[in-house]
C-alpha cells in the first residue's frame, strides 16, 4: 500500500484529512510515527509559501511523500486577517478560544452584511513526482457569538454559506462535504 506523511501536528486537521481520503488505499502517517522531526517553523507571508515549507521539511526528513495543509479564515472587514495568522492571532500559544474572543471583539458592532469571510486551505503534496498545490476555499460570515462545540479553532464563529449554523454545529460529515479542507483535497485528488 502507499503511504504518505501528513505534515501537520494539529490533530483536528489530521482527522479531517484521514476522514476525507478514507476511501483511498493509502496508509496515512502523521509525525506521531517520527516524533523527531524538528519543529515546523511558519515563517512565510503566504498560506503557499508556508504549505511548501512544511511540505518540504517534512518530506526531507522522512523521504516519505509528504501532504502539508496551511490554513485559515480571511475577514473581509479586517483585509483579510487573521490569515495566515490564524493559529496565533492573539499571540504566540494563544488558545482557540482567545483567537475567537479577539476577533469578535473586533467585529463587535460591524452589522450582518459586512460580516463576510472566508476559509482557505492550501495543500502540498510533495512526493517523488514532484510538487502539486491545491487551494479550497469555504464561504461565509462570522457570527455575532460563538455557537457549537465540534471542531476547532475559528469553527464556533463561521456559519458557511448556505447555512445557518456555525462549522462548529455541524457534525463531521457536514462539515467535510463542504469545507476549504474538503475542497482542496477534491481538487489534489485529480
Ligand atoms: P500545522 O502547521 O502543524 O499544520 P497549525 O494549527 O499551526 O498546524 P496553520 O498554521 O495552518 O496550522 O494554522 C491554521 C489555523 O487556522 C488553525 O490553528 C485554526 O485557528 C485556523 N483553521 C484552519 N482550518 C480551520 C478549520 O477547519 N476550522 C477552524 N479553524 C481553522
Partial sequence: M???VLATRNK?????IKTILKDL??????LNDFPDVPVLTEEGSTFRENSLQKAHAVHLYTKIPALADD??????FLNGRPGVISARYAGDGATDKENNEKLLGQMRGVAPRRRGAQFRAVLTFLGDNGTEVTEGICPGRLAELPRGTNGFGYDPIFIPDGFSRTYAELVAEEKNAISHRARALAAMRQ
Avoid: C
Wanted: hydrophobic share 35%; proline share 0%.
Fill in 2 to 4: 502507499n503511504r504518505i
Fill in 25 to 30: 488505499r493509502l496508509e496515512i502517517l502523521t
Fill in 71 to 76: 490554513s485559515g479564515l480571511e475577514v473581509f
Fill in 12 to 16: 483536528h486537521k489530521t482527522e479531517e
